[in-house]
């Protein structure tokens, strides 16, 4: 009888290693388990088992009975995958460059972003990246903002609670985090890391304890520009401000350099935009940006050394710059994720 079982199992193993398709299945399971099948032959046969060997009798088959409908629960499982897999296609490659085939399209803040990302990378700068989340040294000390600065005040800046850890960003003990209020930090960042000559932009995002109206966020983006070499001058500076403007507003543009004051630049200024093609804001000088010569008291922080060295930064908004160039004048629109304002771009 053990017998009669075992062979009833190996037959069913091996029918079922060569199914391809749902109807073979039904026909292996009619064959055993279905009425004329081999093993409800074998349990009728009970009848002619003597009374006292009929329980184990029925076990057994019983037994069998149970592996055979695993078995059969098993290759059904697998062809529902393999089905699904059929119907899915290939398996993708997430390692191959994309179709070009996008859904969508890019934010408008995005789409700036490499706009100005392009323009620096043609004339030779590249981009560094450094964490949202810096130190009070990174942002202000090493950028020559002194502890009693108004940028570093409370209303202005914010500051995590001194118990809070970042294990990829390090800190002096007696210093706290804060969400870096502008780019320039990366300024520091990539001096300590990298000799002059350095040519370097730094697009991210920023943070400040502004009142959120229609032009200010608590939320806003950067992009630093930190260019460091022999002899540098304020002509360097606005030939590669002038050549950025250009080709951001158009040919026709005016600029204009007008004196303003950072702690980390000497002297600094404010650049200033004339053109007659910008909707409202036409015919009239608008601010865009900061900048200066670094000063040589951040180059001393970070080890450079300002007889040998000269260098310029500049610091502009991407949504300053997105909002001119497409009249945008509220800057939450950026955020709010409405499709009618996005499919715009
Ligand atoms: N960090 C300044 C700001 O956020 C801009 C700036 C950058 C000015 C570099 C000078 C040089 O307003």
């Not at 981009?127 to 002194?146: G, I, K, M, R, S």
């Not at 960042?189 to 943070?207: D, H, N, S, W, Y």
Request: charged share 25%; proline share 5%.
């Amino acid at each position: 009888m053990e017998e009669q079982l075992q062979a009833i199992l190996a037959e069913t193993e091996s029918a079922l290693a060569t199914v391809e398709a749902r109807s073979q299945l039904d026909q292996i399971k009619a064959s055993i388990l279905g009425g004329n099948g081999k093993l409800t032959a074998l349990m009728k046969g009970i009848a002619s088992v003597p009374k006292e060997e009929r329980p184990a009798f029925g076990q057994a088959v019983n037994k069998t009975k149970k592996q055979i409908e695993n078995l059969l629960a098993q290759t059904a499982a697998s062809l529902d995958n393999a089905e699904d897999a059929a119907a899915l296609g290939k398996t993708a490659d997430v390692t191959l460059p994309p179709s070009g085939n996008y859904v969508g399209g890019l934010h408008p803040l995005t789409q700036v972003k490499r706009r100005i990302t392009l323009i620096f990378r043609q004339i030779g700068f590249t981009v560094a990246e450094a964490t949202e989340v810096e130190t009070e040294w990174f942002c202000f000390d090493a950028l020559n903002t002194p502890e009693d600065h108004p940028a570093r005040d409370e209303q202005d800046t914010l500051y995590f609670p001194k118990e809070s850890r970042f294990g990829n960003v390090s800190k002096k003990s007696d210093e706290a985090y804060v969400l870096r209020t502008h780019t320039s930090s990366v300024q520091i960042r990539t001096m300590l890391k990298e000799k002059p000559p350095i040519r370097v932009i730094a697009p991210g995002r920023c943070f400040r304890r502004d009142t959120v109206d229609a032009t200010h966020s608590a939320n806003f983006h950067q992009v630093e520009g930190l260019y460091v070499d022999k002899k540098v001058t304020i002509r360097d500076l606005k030939a590669v401000l002038d050549h950025l403007l250009r080709e951001l507003f158009g040919k026709e543009v005016k600029t204009r350099l007008r004196p303003s004051f950072f702690p980390f630049t000497e002297p600094s200024f404010e650049v200033d935009l004339f053109s007659s093609n910008l909707g409202r804001l036409s015919n009239k000088w608008i601010e865009i940006m900061g900048c200066g010569m670094v000063d040589p008291k951040v180059f001393d922080n970070v080890g450079i050394d300002p007889e040998e060295w000269s260098g310029f930064a500049f610091g502009l908004g991407i949504e300053r710059v997105a909002m001119m160039l497409h009249g945008i004048d509220d800057i939450r629109h950026f955020y709010q994720n409405d499709l009618r304002f996005l499919s715009q771009f």
